[in-house]
């Protein structure tokens, strides 16, 4: 199991920390020193999480704050709230999504939800952190993609899936669109002197209610998980080391992007991996960033 170094004196804020990866990665930072903020959508899912983890890290310091990635004025209300601490922030974790619900639905401000979700909310939270980030020491921004971001696209004539609605096509574009969004972020880091660590991961197959959640939103009558795959799957508990890689090592480096290192990329050890030739295109990645400041009207400072 991958020791986290120790994050004594850091403020980390991880987003969906209440279940899988998310979770993981709070009650490991908080077991290595870190001060955490939960930014959950239920804050009685969020309590209750809070409470397994500080039974298993008595010392810890945890808390839970409301956060819906798929509402602008909530993403900007949580953002008000962390820039009001007198606290620093050294460590935001974008970890929070949800995949391929079955049929297309929109966020509250429009947006096609996977692409609000994954990608739209979390940029927004990140352009308007930065200001309290680039303060602390050590900065960095994590971004959890995918795996499914190799064979993503981004449709700039129909980013919100209007036309055509196809789960997977959908949740590709919004993991392509975080991992793009991360390196122009690195990308900013070195050209404006900030100093910030922006990498990405991914956690290759990994058990969680991702899966399951996701595909079950509107459904009347909830689908079952199918009981046999034949590819390789591993614990949350070796699937949020990627993340907790990224967030936390010093051999981690801004625009990096780390995953499993073992069979099909899905299983294994954490190791740096290579970008997808969908991410290798900067210029796209600027492009796209230019289309996130126009749809949610935040911007990085400059």
Known sequence: MYQVPDQSGRRFVVTGANSG????????VAAAGADVVMAVRSPEKGEAAREDILRGCPSGIVEVRVLDLAN??????FAEGILDDDAPLNVLVNNAGVMVPPHRMTTDDGFELQFGTNFLGPFALTCL???????????????????????GRIRFEDLQSERSYRPRRAYAQSKLA??????????????????????AAHPGYTRTNLQTAGRNLGRATPRQPAKRTFLPSQSVETGA?????????????????????????LVGPTRPTQFPRTARDLQLAARLWEAAEQLTGVRAPS
């Open 21 to 28: 990866t998310g979770r993981e990665v709070v009650k490991r």
């Open 241 to 265: 080391e990627p993340l907790l890689f990224a967030a936390t090592d010093p051999a981690a480096v801004n625009d990096g992007y780390y995953g499993p290192g073992g069979r099909l990329g």
């Open 72 to 77: 602008l004025a909530s993403v900007r209300s």
């Open 178 to 199: 975080d991992l793009l969004a991360s390196r122009h972020l690195a990308a900013l880091s070195k050209q404006r002197g900030w100093g910030l660590l922006a990498a």
């Open 129 to 151: 952190l930065l200001p309290r980030i680039l303060e602390s020491s050590a900065p960095r921004v994590l971004a959890m993609s995918s795996g499914t971001a190799a064979w």
